[in-house]
């Protein structure tokens, strides 16, 4: 029932900005954990920043803290990141997953960036290419 859309991905060149949007469908209550990962040809999926909803503090990989910002908006039921100074590294298909009551901050946030522990649910990710 639970379904992820996840959007905004394109061409960038390199400090260049997207806003990825994962719009969400199907949840039962506002409690829940989203976390954003991507996944670059030839790597496996890494976690790039997550966010729980009790309370809603973010948690971001050390590669993108201070240039990527997580942020939700329940009333639209999405989630949004926001990539900034994109470098090519940066380039990957983006994914958001989602969990539903696993919203806590305490319990959830310590693993909520590893890409196969916590989340039932993932959208079909968007790309996101950085280059010159």
């Known amino acids: 029932e639970v379904q992820l859309q996840a959007s905004g991905g394109g061409l960038v060149q390199p400090g260049g900005s997207l806003r990825l949007s994962c719009a969400a469908s199907?949840?039962?209550?506002?409690?829940?954990?989203i976390g954003w990962f991507r996944q670059a040809p030839g790597k496996e999926r890494e976690g790039v920043s997550c966010?729980?909803?009790?309370?809603?503090?973010?948690f971001y990989a050390d590669s993108v803290k201070g240039r990527f910002t997580i942020s939700s908006d329940n009333a639209k039921n999405t989630v949004y990141l926001e990539i900034n100074r994109l470098k090519p590294e940066d380039t990957a298909v983006y994914y958001c997953?989602?969990?539903?009551?696993?919203?806590?901050?305490?319990?959830?946030?310590?693993?909520?960036?590893?890409?196969?522990?916590?989340?039932?649910?993932w959208g079909q990710g968007t790309l996101v290419t950085v280059s010159s």
């Open positions: 997953a989602a969990d539903q009551d696993s919203g806590s901050y305490y319990d959830t946030g310590p693993f909520c960036m590893e890409p196969y522990r916590l989340y039932d649910y």
């Open positions: 199907g949840f039962s209550s506002d409690d829940y954990a």
């Open positions: 966010i729980t909803s009790r309370p809603g503090t973010p």
